[in-house]
């Protein structure tokens, strides 16, 4: 890494989500090595708003809004940004934003990684125009798989892909310290609380799990009465699942034990304050929000699919469902809630994740991946 002093990293939206967060945690590591970082947002947001306070140095470019003039506007504008900073590596985090800085990377001979964040179908290939990245890199092995079903290996370049998981530090997620404080905010004393946390979006299965809880409220043997049920997060994309969300409550009477927090800056405080955390996602490419549980020290039901079980099944406290079955989600959730693991348990699985998915082993793979493009 000693040739290598600055690299661009180019964020895919305003907002933070799970991608944007691990872009944070590639800042902090490179700045700690000594390295130059810039990072380049599509749009003003709380995601700037966080960089800023981080103290990690940015730049808002927006996008190109429609027809060819704009494109070409955005491409100059990029391109002499691109020039200014004199990166040797623009690290692009989705393939959605990869487009113009592929082609900017093509014509200056700087090295580009397009990190695959999300699922990829064969139309998003554009997005690459003529350049392939000199590195792609995949947040898991099932990413990688069903990109492969959906793109021909050839096309891809597959001998220039690797997977490399997110690095987390625990430090930033296991803050016991919070609990009684964060729960005085939730409104909660002695209740035993559940909670979701992440945006609201389609596909991350809160429609299913809400319609699961008064279920679970009549199974559990774990004072149902105490049983409280909360969702952290935003409907970033606007799509319409909030307001399903708050009308199904309604429609289920369960405005008296279920509530609604937005978006926390500040993580480690929520996941202190569960008793249980629920990721009931349809589909995950990696699913952050299961490692971040795991550091936590909390007790974990997921879903039993993508991403989330290639994280989860090699730990012994998290329980595993079949989201598409109602009845598998009641059995499973009130067999956790009725027999939650041992603190001692939930330790061992804290350490193990926090050895794997530390900054010496997957940061460590990253700096390979970088000093390998120029070998």
Do not use: W
């Amino acid at each position: 890494m000693k040739k290598i002093k600055k690299i661009m990293l180019v964020a895919n939206s305003g907002k933070i989500g799970g991608g944007n967060r691990s872009l944070i945690s590639i800042c902090q590591e490179l700045l700690v090595l000594g390295k130059e970082v810039r990072v380049v947002l599509p749009a003003i947001g709380v995601f700037k708003q966080e960089l800023d306070e981080l103290g990690i140095d940015n730049a808002v470019i927006g996008t190109s809004g429609c027809g060819r003039l704009a494109s070409i506007k955005l491409i100059i504008l990029q391109l002499a940004y691109v020039l200014r900073f004199g990166p040797q590596i623009i690290h692009v985090n989705d393939i959605h934003s990869f487009k113009f800085y592929g082609l900017i990377g093509k014509l200056t001979g700087i090295k580009t990684v397009c990190h695959m964040r999300h699922f990829v179908q064969e139309e998003a290939f554009n997005y690459f125009l003529s350049s392939l990245p000199d590195k792609i890199v995949f947040n898991s092995t099932y990413n990688k798989n069903k990109t492969l079903n959906n793109i021909e290996e050839n096309k891809l370049a597959i001998n220039r892909s690797e997977v490399i998981y997110n690095s987390f530090i625990k430090e930033n997620y296991f803050k016991p310290d919070t609990r009684a404080e964060q729960r005085n905010i939730f409104g909660y004393t002695d209740e035993l609380v559940v909670g979701v946390v992440g945006n609201i979006n389609p596909g991350k299965g809160h429609i299913v799990f809400l319609k699961s809880i008064p279920a679970i409220i009549k199974n559990s043997n774990n004072n149902p009465e105490k049983l409280r049920f909360i969702f952290v997060g935003e409907d970033v994309t606007g799509s319409g699942i909030y307001k399903e969300c708050k009308d199904l409550i309604g429609d289920l009477g369960l405005d008296k034990v279920v509530s609604f927090f937005p978006f926390q800056n500040d993580i480690a405080p929520v996941y202190a304050a569960l008793d249980v955390l629920v990721i009931p996602s349809e589909e995950e490419p990696f699913g952050r929000v299961a490692v971040e549980g795991l550091l936590a020290k909390r007790p974990i039901a997921a879903a039993n699919n993508s991403g989330l079980a290639e994280i989860l099944s090699a730990y012994k406290t998290p329980v595993l469902f079949d989201v598409q079955s109602s009845e598998d989600v009641v059995t499973k959730l009130c067999g956790l809630i009725d027999n939650l693991p041992s603190s001692e348990s939930l330790g061992i699985d804290q350490c193990m994740a926090s050895d794997y998915f530390s900054s010496k082993e997957q940061f460590g793979q990253l700096c390979s991946a970088y000093i390998s493009l120029f070998e």
